[in-house]
């Protein structure tokens, strides 16, 4: 294959000009020739040779000099350098390699060594030409990405951006290795938490994040964190890529505004029909036959289901458009749970399912919505009765775990498969355990459930073997030891 590079020499030597000149060009190369250094930072200039390789001691400015120069200006730095010595003394290497030259060739060497010298040469600048293209088609492609990208180091110092976030978090280059990633971003809970993996090296993917840049502009993120190797001797940071999700959460917002306004809306008619039914059933417009009751009787089933059913999605989406005050107060938990088991006996005796209660303290006080917190109890044991066939326990236990109460449900009715266990916090989720046996629902209690229990900062976990059972245990944090004080004034939190 012939070579096409082009070499530059520089030499004051015409014998050693002549010798390079007949060696290059026999082996293919192209190649210009100077004979001082100032002659030679021109021609590397004006070429762009793939190579230079220069004489040391030249009338004018010599070789160090020339070299300098050219390891300076940006078009010629990357060119691969070498310097002809008459000696192989290690000082004098070290200065070349200080002076930023690549390489250097002894001027006595024979042809062989010369030429290998040079391919090596070549084959280096190759290879860096290479990685800077690629580098630089990478910087393009990171740059017209629509999503935001930010590189940190491991100290948290911000050591690259792309140019939407340049635009968006204000950033200009003087920044790079000076500001930190607290400093980019505005201090929010969730900007704090997102330091709070890069500090420790941690990744994370689908992170839910909002930006509020002083409430002029509030954008809603997805949040990738990779660790990345910044350069050799760098150790890891964090590549931080924002994913925009504003326009979708808006659009979501509206269509959840608009679905309640329609639920809202659905619950008058609803409660005048099933006003009207009940009057008509209490015989306050005359007898009825047996069939009309019947009817009548399905008629108010029917409208007390979809009574349940606007009311549950109100109360999801009151919560999902945080519309939800926490009415918090200082109450004992144990005494609540006991009441709302009692409450529900009579389900459990009808389906002959037995209903164990155990708490242990008596007295276990808890500042939360005790509505709040009643409505999950009722769900959960209705849940587990339901789910559960004739004959079967159902237990509810209530106690202090850490510094928080917690109240376990557990029955041992149909269970759950693992699949259905990931997904049944979701909304109108109803599993398949529940359609093959019929059993009524509308696939928002435990929806409704959660958002309570996390509005409190709690937990919720659930255990279950399908055709064995399942277990249910909450965890809400506030637990005392101080003896109940009914506050006056409900504490508002919000949700
Ligand atoms: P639903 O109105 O359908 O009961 P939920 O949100 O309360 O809605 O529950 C969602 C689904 O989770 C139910 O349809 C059922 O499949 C499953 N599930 C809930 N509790 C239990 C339980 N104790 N045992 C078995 N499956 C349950």
Not at 350 to 374: G, S
Request: include cysteine.
């Amino acid at each position: 294959m012939k070579n096409r590079e082009l070499i530059l020499v520089v030499d004051d030597s015409s014998t050693i000009r002549e010798r390079m000149k007949s060696i290059l060009i026999e082996n293919g190369y192209d190649v210009i020739l100077r004979n001082d250094g100032q002659a030679g930072v021109m021609a590397a200039l004006e070429y762009s040779p793939d190579l230079i390789i220069m004489d040391l001691n030249m009338p004018g400015m010599n070789g160090l000099e020339a070299s300098a120069i050219l390891k300076r200006y940006p078009q010629t730095s990357l060119i691969p350098l070498a310097v002809f010595t008459d000696d192989n003394k290690t000082e004098n290497k070290v200065a070349f390699f200080e002076a930023g030259v690549e390489d250097f060739i002894v001027k006595d060497s024979d042809e062989a060594e010369v030429l290998a010298r040079v391919a090596g040469l070549l084959r280096w600048g190759r290879n860096r030409n290479m990685i800077i293209d690629e580098k630089s088609k990478l910087g393009t492609l990171i740059d017209i990405l629509s999503d935001l990208v930010l590189i940190v180091n491991r100290e948290g110092l911000l050591v690259f951006y792309n140019r939407i976030a340049a635009l968006r978090f204000r950033l200009i280059p003087e920044l790079i290795n000076q500001i930190s990633i607290k400093d980019v971003l505005p201090d929010s809970k969730h900007v704090r938490e997102l330091c709070d993996h890069i500090e420790n090296g941690r990744e994370a993917t689908g992170m839910e994040i909002e930006i509020n840049n002083g409430g002029i502009d509030i954008r809603h993120y997805i949040v990738d964190i990779s660790r990345v190797r910044i350069d050799m001797e760098e150790d890891v940071g964090g590549a931080i890529v924002f994913r925009d999700i504003t326009a979708e959460k808006e659009a979501e917002k509206l269509k959840s505004e608009f679905y309640s306004m329609m639920a809202h809306e659905m619950r008058t008619p609803i409660s005048v029909v099933l006003g009207y039914t009940q009057l008509i059933l209490e015989g306050k417009t005359g007898e009825l036959t047996d069939l009309q009751e019947e009817f009548l009787r399905g008629v108010e089933d029917k409208g007390k289901a979809l009574k349940k059913l606007v009311n549950d999605f109100l109360e999801v989406s009151r919560f999902e458009n945080k519309f939800v005050r926490l009415h918090n107060v200082d109450f004992n938990v144990a005494e609540l749970v006991s009441n709302t088991v009692t409450g529900i006996k009579l389900l459990a005796q009808n389906k002959n399912i037995t209903l164990e209660y155990e708490n242990n303290p008596a007295r276990l006080v808890i500042n939360a919505d005790k509505d709040k917190l009643e409505q999950v109890i009722i769900n959960l044991v209705e849940n587990a009765i339901k789910y559960t066939d004739e004959g079967g326990t159902v237990s509810v236990r209530c106690g202090r775990l850490d510094e928080g109460v917690c109240v376990a449900i557990e029955d041992n009715g149909i269970g759950m498969s693992p699949e259905e266990l990931e997904i049944i916090f979701e909304r109108f989720k109803r599993l398949d355990n529940a359609e093959k046996k019929k059993i009524k629902g509308t696939g928002l209690g435990l929806a409704i459930v959660k958002e309570i229990i996390d509005a409190h900062n709690g937990r919720i976990e659930v255990e279950s073997i399908e055709g064995k059972g399942s277990s249910f245990s909450l965890w809400i944090p506030g637990a005392r030891d101080s003896e109940i004080v009914q506050s006056d004034v409900p504490v508002e939190i919000e949700a």
